[in-house]
């Protein structure tokens, strides 16, 4: 959990990064955040990313604490699995392989 805690915090960093910094950087510099943002994605299962962008959309003031927004984001991901997928879970990174057709966000 701590490794994926990381990769989410990762993540809003450089989103953060990216919107502040607008039009002052170069493309190259804009260039090379877009790569580890698309690297950082990458290693983090479309599960829980969608419940991350659900997060940050909805509860503008987690925005401000990256660590909060992402414990939210893995506890949201977590509640809306079903019991069984939730006993059998050994890692977040489980969920890479969960099916898309079963993912529920509870409201």
Do not use: N, W
């Amino acid at each position: 959990m701590k490794a994926m805690l990381d990769l989410l915090i990762c993540l809003h960093r450089h989103e953060s990064t990216a919107q502040a910094a607008g039009g002052q950087m170069s493309p190259r510099e804009r260039g090379a955040l877009m790569l580890q943002m698309d690297l950082v994605r990458g290693s983090i299962p479309q599960f829980i990313l969608g419940h991350y962008q659900r997060m940050r959309r909805s509860e503008a003031v987690l925005d401000r604490c990256p660590a909060a927004l992402a414990m939210a984001a893995l506890v949201s991901a977590y509640r809306a699995l079903p019991p069984r997928k939730r006993h059998s879970m050994h890692s977040f990174f489980d969920l890479a392989g969960y099916p898309a057709r079963c993912r529920r966000h509870r409201a």
